[in-house]
Every structure is written in structure tokens, then in C-alpha cells.
């Protein structure tokens, strides 16, 4: 079965400290990556994404994630957290078979950023 | 980005009693609406998606008799819990998609409480 997995389920991170969350699928087809961010209260929303080209993706507030197909992987990172980061971090994979209509979400990875 | 709205945010209902949970796309018309349901600390699970004017495609384990889904038009789609038991308890979350985005937008989500 197709599925997402999320390294750490809790991160705790000093102001000015660099992130990286880890996201690894299984599925041997192509597919869509997603990093989606839950702001405490606040619904889920779009960090950034990708569907094909540079595997190295930016994405808003200084994230970034890199999509290695040969390890399955698209791990998300930051240089430099800010309090503001607080959140939980989820990765998401559509595989394009599906025409990219069924989600696959990962655990989800709360981060805590100390100020 | 475009948004999605869910009503109510919070219901709290009796044992045996039905809820309908509605989500619209404000600013664009979602072809497709997916329904999902959050169990705390765990990830989103996909329920079902549904297509306007067509029946909903439920995942496997998801009793369709028991969650009810309509998408009558190009921007609301409801979730209707029937019957519902204390184990329904949950956070339901809609996404939307279409028109020009091939992205989902997620609504704030519906926390459901039955006693």
C-alpha cells in the first residue's frame, strides 16, 4: 500500500536554528510532493510543491525541499527557524496514476521553535 | 490562493442524531471535493471524493451509508453523519479543487462531538 512517513513526530528547535523535517513515500510511479503547514487554530495550507523540473523546490517563508528520487524522499528545509515557524508540518504525495486526485498524507511533524 | 470555507466550525450533537457539514469554495468553482477526517495526533485520512453532479468515490473502510456525501453544485459540498456515535467524533476536513488551480485548498476544518 501506498504510504507517507514522517521521520520525527516532534521537533523542538532554538530562534535562528536550521530544519530539516524528513518525508519518505512509497510508490514506485510518478508523483506529485506537497509540504503543507498547520499554523496553531489556522487550517492547513500550501508550503510548497512539486510536479516535475528542478528537484530543489522553494517554497514560502524560506522553506525549501529537495525531492531525491532515487531515495524516495522529499525532506523539507529552513537556514534559519523563527518563532513564527511554530506549527505542524505535513508531507503529501499524489501519485499521478490517480490523476492526481487521491492524497497521501504523512503523520504530520509538530515543530516547536523557542524564542 | 483560493479559499474554502466549512460551517459549523464546532457541533456538539447526541448519540443517534444526524449532522450536516457543509463546505463551499468562495472564489472558484471546485470540480472535485474531497472530505477528510483527523483523529488527534494522527494524520488526514481521506474519505471520499466527490465530483459535482456525480456520486462520491468512498475509500475503503469509509461506510457510504453512514456518511452521506453530496456536491449538488460547483461550489458547496456537504457531509451529512448519520446516525452518529461517540467513535464519529472527530475533526472533518473538505479540500476543493478546480478551475485554473491543480492544487486542493483545505477549509478550516468541523469538529464534530457526540455524546
Known amino acids: 500500500a501506498q504510504s507517507v512517513s514522517q521521520h520525527n513526530h516532534h521537533v523542538i528547535l532554538s530562534e535562528a536554528a536550521s530544519l530539516e523535517l524528513g518525508c519518505n513515500y512509497s510508490y514506485g510511479g510518478t508523483v506529485n510532493l506537497f509540504w503543507y503547514v498547520q499554523y496553531p487554530g489556522q487550517h492547513l495550507q500550501l508550503l510548497l510543491k512539486?510536479?516535475?523540473?528542478?528537484?530543489l523546490v522553494k517554497g514560502i517563508k524560506g522553506f525549501e525541499a529537495e525531492f531525491i528520487k532515487s531515495k524516495f524522499s522529499f525532506n523539507l528545509r529552513k537556514p534559519s527557524v523563527q518563532w513564527s515557524d511554530t506549527a505542524e508540518y505535513f508531507c503529501a504525495v499524489n501519485p499521478r496514476n490517480t490523476g492526481g486526485f487521491k492524497t497521501i498524507f504523512g503523520a504530520g511533524t509538530r515543530l516547536f521553535v523557542k524564542a | 490562493g483560493a479559499v474554502v470555507s466549512q460551517h459549523p466550525s464546532w457541533v456538539i450533537c447526541k448519540s443517534g442524531t444526524s449532522v450536516k457539514i457543509e463546505c463551499r469554495s468562495l472564489d472558484f468553482q471546485a470540480t472535485t471535493m474531497f472530505w477528510y477526517r483527523q483523529f488527534p495526533k494522527q494524520s488526514l485520512m481521506l474519505m471520499a471524493t466527490s465530483n459535482e453532479g456525480s456520486k462520491a468515490t468512498y475509500e475503503q473502510g469509509v461506510e457510504k451509508d453512514k456518511f452521506l456525501i453530496n456536491h449538488a453544485s460547483l461550489t458547496l459540498s456537504t457531509l451529512t453523519v448519520t446516525s452518529a456515535h461517540p467513535e464519529d467524533s472527530s475533526f472533518y476536513i473538505c479540500?476543493?479543487?478546480?478551475?485554473?488551480?491543480?492544487?486542493?485548498?483545505f477549509g478550516p476544518g468541523t469538529r464534530l462531538t457526540v455524546l
Open positions: 512539486y510536479f516535475s523540473g528542478d528537484p
Open positions: 479540500s476543493a479543487r478546480g478551475g485554473a488551480y491543480n492544487e486542493q485548498f
